[in-house]
């Protein structure tokens, strides 16, 4: 089982920025799918996560009204939108497959597939 982010860089506050998970080994579509993301000296945080059949969504208030989460269960890819993107949303963003709950779970712990991260930074 792998997971692969892929999609994060260098943008200007204000700016956009698309990061995308893709499976391997897996059937994207009968987990939950969440992004986290871990600033230098912090913990690594939820962002927001979707249910399987992407009907459920769970974001946080930090994020809400910029971001996006949606999925492709046909091309096993979920993908994070990221608008009027922020210097504290600098961060390694990772994307992470829940086999067990049917709705996003906030915990890391919860999770147990990862992806290797992709860094996301914000100049001011």
């Known amino acids: 089982v792998q997971l692969q982010a892929s999609g994060g860089g260098l943008v200007q506050a204000g700016g956009s920025l698309s990061v995308s998970c893709a499976a391997s080994?897996?059937?994207?579509?009968?987990?939950?799918v969440a992004w986290f993301r871990q600033a230098p000296g912090l913990e690594r945080e939820f962002v927001t996560g979707?249910?399987?059949?992407?009907?459920?969504?769970r974001i946080v208030d930090s994020v809400k009204g910029r971001f996006t989460i949606s999925r492709d269960n046909a091309k096993n890819t979920v993908l994070l939108r990221m608008n009027s993107l922020k210097p504290e949303d600098t961060a390694v963003y990772y994307c992470?497959?829940?086999?067990?709950?049917?709705?996003?779970?906030?915990?890391?712990?919860?999770?147990?597939?990862w992806g290797q991260g992709t860094q996301v930074t914000v100049s001011s």
């Open positions: 080994g897996l059937t994207f579509g009968n987990y939950t």
């Open positions: 979707i249910s399987y059949s992407g009907r459920v969504t």
């Open positions: 992470a497959a829940d086999t067990v709950r049917s709705w996003p779970a906030l915990m890391a712990s919860q999770y147990d597939y």
